[in-house]
């Protein structure tokens, strides 16, 4: 009998991941950097033959503040940065990880047959960014279209992209979710497209802190489903149904 049983679920959950193939899809925002690859190899230069000047006045120190917020304009220099250089050395390759574009990702899954993705807000919130969706081993142009930074979401259009391609995701009554029920939680973890991982509704109703202040994110679903980066804006599945009931924050 709990072979039988087994066996059962492990059918279902076989079922639920060619479901989720169906409809599941990365997306890729990315950002051009403020400069050019050769102006950064260039700055980084300038700071190497800065370094080995014994004496640095004034001027030559702001001048080279100048040219580092250009790397990177968030970052703060901490006042004994310029007073002693060599411990306070930039991480030029950390500031700098990729020489074209700076990108995040995540997961969303179609919804309608217009091409229209639900996503993470967090994962398209780039400013002059470019997103793309990749789906089935092809990229496809994609468009912002709506976003609400209180709930974490965002609508994305996918572009030129057949309709024949993919079958939206089932939405399911997460009202009527009990807690100790078994869920399925799919995205895009660490890189590794496609991965599910099963758990339970672990709470219902939980408020979490939001982006804003004094805000939260009410009626959250709390699950011990393992979840990683790339999976947010990926959806949760009541296994019962292969409904989707849930967008992984």
Do not use: C
Not at 85 to 103: G, H, L, Q, R
Not at 146 to 157: E, G
């Amino acid at each position: 009998v709990l072979l039988a049983t087994s066996s059962a679920f492990a059918l279902e959950t076989t079922a639920i991941y060619k479901q989720t193939q169906e409809y599941l899809v990365v997306v890729i925002t990315a950002v051009k950097p403020s400069i050019s690859y050769s102006e950064y190899k260039s700055i980084k230069k300038e700071w190497e033959e800065f370094v080995k000047r014994p004496d640095r006045s004034k001027d030559d120190i702001a001048k080279m503040k100048k040219q580092l917020k250009k790397i990177n304009p968030d970052y703060i220099f901490p006042l004994e940065f310029f007073e002693d250089v060599e411990k306070n050395t930039p991480k030029f390759e950390e500031t700098w990880p990729y020489p074209d574009a700076k990108a995040a990702s995540g997961a969303g899954f179609f919804v309608n047959e217009t091409g229209m993705v639900v996503t993470n807000y967090h994962v398209v919130n780039m400013p002059n960014s470019t997103v793309k969706v990749l789906f089935k081993g092809k990229y496809y142009g994609a468009k912002v279209v709506s976003k609400d930074p209180f709930s974490d979401l965002a609508l994305v259009r996918v572009e030129n992209v057949d309709p024949a391609k993919y079958t939206p995701a089932v939405l399911g009554n997460s009202d009527a979710l009990a807690v100790g029920q078994s869920v399925v939680v799919a995205g895009n973890p660490r890189g590794l497209l496609g991965s599910l991982s099963e758990g339970i509704v672990s709470g219902l109703n939980r408020s979490l802190a939001a982006l804003g202040s004094g805000a939260s994110w009410p009626a959250m679903i709390q699950t011990d489903a393992s979840v990683d980066h790339g999976n947010s804006g990926g959806p949760m599945i009541e296994k019962d149904t292969g409904n989707v009931v849930g967008i992984v924050n």
